[in-house]
């Protein structure tokens, strides 16, 4: 088991954004949260990677209680993410936001880096970052400004950068937001490879036909529940689900 | 050879002076590359002045090492203020760390021992010109280096996205208070060697003016490169002494060379080298390497 949540609850004000929320997201395999807008997904994440901090229920990673730590803490222990909308070092260069990623992999540089004529940062880090660039896509773009790229290179640079700390749990919120039909479905066979390789995903996304042609299973929330999880198959067909977030969907 | 010595004689005191807002400007830096915008380097320079001027006159702390502890002694001042005041970002942050420096002026002015509002006359003048240009070397040399090392990235990427920079697996608190601390202890290290080249202090020195003089150094010069700082520094020193023969238009010119930079070169001067390069570019038809 990669990640299991138990009760897990987080309120703002009066409102029970999460509200006693259980998960159990096996090894290996692409994980969809899906729901209407507002009911959760982001918030439940937020309090998973550590943006956010529980008022109650436990959070456990690869077996062990993780609850309440903080980012940073949550990354070196293996789990990484990318964040809705986009957050990419935008003043850095696609290759800095890569090596910034690998912050917790890298060797302290420091004292190093005060001796004349020497290179801080070690080949095997910068091989390694232009390798994820290479991954997504990315490697003839390495010294461009991330602000400069396009909106689906810098999504894509996200995840690269995420990748970069060698995480076992990756978490993607709304990676596809914004994204044509040619570069989701690249996007697809992305996260299929990474799976290959071992890795989790948690994937948080409104577009479907995405949802349904790469997870495993599916959690549907709604006004911060669970409110069904299954095959994609059976989340289709679930009279709950069709109610609360597939009409929803119709609407829109 | 001997026009020179009369030019270091004549002046060595705004050489010194130059040398030592460059020290300063350098200690805001480290604070302004990690995106955080602190005026408590007035404050932190207090410190270094006060303390090794005082080592020396009632203990007899030889020179170096009362200016080491001034230093030592600002920076530790720093731990647990950045501790409280790295809860706030911004203009909160500014305004908080700009009531630590009206704290410390005030306690200056009330304590017997720094001399009240008369402050300490008498300082021997003990810094050498090779005092100020080793440092600043010293210090300009070893930002420089860390700001290519694993410290400078974890740096700008807290300038750049905090949330996104702390998910990277870096403690942003623990590496906001490390910046705060470096630039207490280089302003602490210049304070104590400004006290030993004007021959008295007081509190005033200090004051809020300063620590915006401080600031307007090192955003003059720009803060993509440890030169900035250095330059704005330099230029903003010496250009009272260049701009004599204006006389009262001085003041005037001076606060437009100011207003140009700051309305034309956001970033500083020292992105001149870069708008050279990027036009150049430019003219060969070269936009995707700019």
């Known amino acids: ?252 | 050879m001997d026009a020179l010595r009369d030019f270091l004689s004549a002046y060595s005191t705004t050489i010194a002076i130059v040398g030592v807002n460059a020290l300063l400007a350098l200690s805001v830096w480290v604070t302004l590359y990690a995106g955080q915008l602190t005026l408590g380097n007035a404050a932190f320079m207090a410190v270094g002045a006060y303390v090794s001027a005082l080592l020396g006159r009632y203990l007899d702390v030889p020179f170096p090492l009362a200016l080491a502890i001034g230093a030592v002694g600002s920076g530790a001042l720093a731990a647990p203020l950045g501790l409280t005041v790295f809860r706030l970002r911004g203009v909160y942050l500014a305004i908080a760390t700009l009531a630590f420096g009206e704290v410390v002026r005030v306690v200056l002015l009330a304590t017997p021992i720094t001399g009240k509002g008369q402050g300490l006359n008498g300082i021997p003048p003990k810094t050498e010109l090779w005092h100020v240009y080793l440092t600043l070397a010293v210090v300009a040399y070893v930002l420089w280096r860390v700001q290519g090392s694993i410290v400078g990235r974890a740096w700008a990427a807290i300038r750049e996205d905090e949330l996104a920079a702390a998910s990277q697996g870096i403690p942003v608190r623990r590496y906001k208070l490390a910046a705060f601390a470096i630039g207490a202890l280089v302003a602490g290290w210049a304070g104590g060697l400004s006290a030993h080249v004007t021959f008295s202090i007081d509190p005033n020195d200090f004051a809020f003016t300063k620590a915006v003089q401080i600031l307007v150094f090192a955003v003059v010069g720009g803060v993509p490169s440890v030169l900035g700082p250095i330059f704005g520094a330099t230029l903003l020193t010496s250009l009272p002494e260049l701009l004599r023969p204006l006389k009262d238009a001085r003041d005037i010119f001076q606060g437009l060379v100011l207003l140009g930079v700051i309305v034309y070169l956001p970033r500083g001067l020292v992105t001149l080298a870069q708008l050279r390069r990027t036009r150049r570019l430019q003219q060969i038809g070269a936009t995707d390497v700019a």
């Open chain 1, 1 to 252: 088991m990669s990640l299991e949540t138990l009760a897990l609850t987080k309120r703002f004000g009066g409102v029970i954004a999460v509200n006693a929320v259980d998960l159990g997201i096996a090894s290996r395999q692409v994980f969809g949260l899906i729901g209407p807008n507002g009911a959760g997904k982001t918030t439940l994440i937020n309090v998973i990677a550590g943006q956010l901090r529980p008022d109650g229920g436990t959070v456990r990673f690869e077996g062990e209680d993780v609850t309440g730590l903080e980012a940073h803490q949550l990354t070196r222990r293996g789990i990484a993410r990318t964040f809705q909308g986009g957050r990419v070092f935008k003043g850095l260069t696609a290759y800095e936001n890569v090596l910034i990623g690998r912050h917790t992999r890298m060797r302290s540089d420091v004292l190093a880096a005060l001796v004349p004529f020497r290179t801080p940062s070690e080949n095997v880090d910068r091989d390694h970052a232009h390798a994820l660039l290479e991954r997504v896509g990315l490697r003839q773009r390495a010294t461009t400004l991330a602000g400069e790229l396009a909106y689906g290179d810098q999504r894509r640079l996200e995840i690269a950068r995420a990748l970069a700390s060698e995480p076992r749990l990756l978490v993607l919120d709304e990676p596809a937001a914004g994204l044509n039909a040619t570069e989701s479905d690249r996007l697809r066979e992305l996260m299929r490879a990474l799976v290959g390789d071992g890795l989790t995903i948690i994937l948080i996304e409104h577009n479907v036909r995405l949802v349904m042609g790469t997870c495993e299973r599916v959690a549907v929330l709604n006004f911060g529940r669970k409110i069904a999880e299954g095959s994609p198959s059976e989340i289709q067909a679930d009279p709950v689900v069709r109610e609360a977030y597939l009409g929803a969907e119709d609407a829109a």
